[in-house]
C-alpha cells in the first residue's frame, strides 16, 4: 500500500469529475446499520422493559426507537457528507484538531463534564458525546493533510561545522525530524486522554497514527522503534495504574469475582457457548434477561452469537471484513494522496474497533469499553460512524477520467 499512494503524485495530470458513489461500500454500509438495529431491538427489549436504571419508563422499544432515530440522521448526516468536496477539509485539519484538544480537555469543566466509571470522557452538549470521537478525526485529517505533501518537503540543511549541526543533519538524513510535529501531535493527544483515564481511545489513536504513517511510506525501521517505546509505555502504564492493573488481573481470571466485575466476562463466554453452531434463535438468547449486564452496549456481540450461532456471527463478521476491504480498495484508487490516506485512517480505526470489540466479548482482550460499530446502543457514536463513511464515499465520487 505505501508503494501504491506514493506513486500517486507522479501519475499523469488527471481530470476530476464529481461521480457517483461507491455502491458495493454503501450497500454494505446500509446492510450492516440495518442489521446492526434488528440485533439491538432484539438484545436491549428485555433491560429496557425491567428498566433497572430507571431510564426507560419500562419501554421495551425505548433502546431501538432512540438508536433508530440517530440512525435516520446519520444517514441523512452521511448523504450530506458524501455530497462535499472533502478536499476542503485539508486546510482545516488542524482547526479541527485544536478544537477537539479544547473540547477533550472542557469534559473536565465542573457543569460540563459527565463522569461514569470512575472515568470523565463525556460532554454534556448539545447531547452526552466523547469529544474524543472528534480526536480521532481530527488526527486522521491532520496526519493526512501533512503527510499528503511529504514529496515536497524540502530536507532542512544545518551548519555542517559545528557538533550540533552535523548531529541534525543525521537526525534530517534517517528521517527523524520529518516526525518530531507527529509525536508532539500524538503525545498531546495521549496526555489528554491519560487524564481522562481513557486507555481504549490512546489505543486507537496510535493504531490510527500509525497506519496513516506507514501508508505515507515511513520507513518500517521507526514503527519498529516506536513499537518498543509504546510497547515498553503501555506496559508501564498497566503496571503502574491501579484501575489498569485490575482489569489485566480481572481479564487474566474474571471467575476471581464471578458476581462482581468478573460477571460481565463470565455470562460473555456462556452467552457464546450456549449458541452453539446455529444459536437459539433471532430473540431466543436467555443472557440478555439480566444476567448479562449491558447486553444493548459493548457486548452486544454476544447475544449475536448465542442467536445466531457461530454460522451467524461468522455471516456478520464477512460483511464488516468486505466492507473495510472494500475501503481499503478505494483507499488505491483515491484520486489524490490525501483522499487515499483520509480513508486508510477511517477503515483503520474502523476495522480495530470491530477486532477489539470482538476480543473482548471473547475476552481474549481486557474490557476496554470500545463498542461494535453499528451494532451497539449509543447515537452519537452511530452518527459520528455513519458520517466517516460518508466522507469516504465524498472521496469515492471524485472519479479519475485518465
Known sequence: MPKALKTKRNRPKQQRVQGQVDMPFLLLTILLVVIGLVMLLSASFPTAWYDIKDVTNNDAFYYFKRQAVYALLGFAVMYLISKLNYRGLEGLAIYILIAAFILMLAVKIPGLGITAGGATRWLKYP??????????????????????????????????????????????????????????????????????????????????????????????????????????????????????????????????????????????????????????????????????????????????CEELGLIGAMLILALFALLIIRGYWLALRARDRFGSLVVVGIMTLFAFQVFANVAVVTNLFPVTGISLPFFSSGGTALVIQMAEMGLVLSITRQNPIT
Open 127 to 304: 447531547v452526552q458525546w466523547q469529544p474524543s470521537e472528534l480526536g480521532k478525526m481530527g488526527l486522521i485529517l491532520f496526519f493526512a493533510s501533512r503527510l499528503s505533501k511529504r514529496e515536497d518537503r524540502v530536507p532542512l540543511r544545518f551548519n555542517q561545522r559545528t557538533v550540533m549541526g552535523r548531529f541534525l543533519n543525521l537526525l534530517e538524513r534517517s528521517g527523524f525530524i520529518e516526525l518530531i510535529p507527529y509525536m508532539i501531535v500524538l503525545v498531546i493527544m495521549i496526555a489528554i486522554l491519560a487524564v481522562q483515564h481513557h486507555m481504549s481511545a490512546t489505543i486507537q489513536m496510535v493504531v490510527i497514527a500509525a497506519a496513516i504513517l506507514f501508508a505515507a511510506g515511513i520507513s518500517i525501521r521507526w514503527f519498529i522503534i516506536g513499537g518498543v517505546v509504546v510497547g515498553g509505555a503501555l506496559g508501564y502504564m498497566i503496571m503502574g495504574t491501579d484501575y489498569m492493573t485490575d482489569r489485566v488481573k480481572l481479564w487474566r481470571d474474571p471467575w476471581s469475582e464471578p458476581l462482581g466485575r468478573g460477571l460481565q466476562a463470565i455470562q460473555s463466554l456462556m452467552a457464546i457457548g450456549s449458541g452453539g453452531l446455529f444459536g437459539l434463535g433471532l430473540g431466543a438468547s436467555r443472557q440478555k434477561f439480566l444476567y448479562l449486564p449491558e447486553p444493548q452496549n459493548d457486548f452486544i456481540f454476544a447475544i449475536v
